[in-house]
Nanobody
Framework: EVQLVESGGGLVQPGGSLRLSCAAS????????MAWFRQAPGKEREFVAA????????YHIDSVKGRFTISRDNAKNTLYLQMNSLKADDTAVYYC?????????WGQGTQVTVSS
């Protein structure tokens, strides 16, 4: 059974940091590209960042570039999202996804709330 389990979300003040993790199982993690998406209340799901199968290539949307960093550890079957300088606009449920071409597998999400 394929599973993607996110963790690390929570409540943080503006300017703070969080590190999200996504533990993968049930498929060959190192064969898949991975990504983070987010969905804020009342908004559509938004792509945030992606990383290729070996971790040598990453992409971040402009609004998080320089603040967020996607990474992966294939030995641990885990995807990460380091989030620094968090803003209120980053408040959302964050999802990890796995795919080859399209994103076939999704986690259940972890809530990130940025508020003072």
């Amino acid at each position: 059974e394929v599973q993607l389990v996110e963790s690390g979300g929570g409540l943080v003040q503006p300017g703070g940091s969080l590190r999200l993790s996504c533990a993968a199982s049930g498929f060959t993690f190192s064969n898949y590209g991975m990504a983070w998406f987010r969905q804020a209340p009342g908004k559509e799901r938004e792509f945030v960042a992606a990383i290729n199968w070996i971790g040598g290539s990453t992409y971040h949307i402009d609004s998080v570039k320089g603040r967020f960093t996607i990474s992966r550890d294939n030995a641990k079957n885990t995807l990460y999202l380091q989030m620094n300088s968090l803003k209120a606009d980053d408040t959302a449920v964050y999802y990890c996804a796995a795919g080859r071409g399209s994103y076939d597998y999704w986690g259940q999400g972890t809530q990130v709330t940025v508020s003072s």
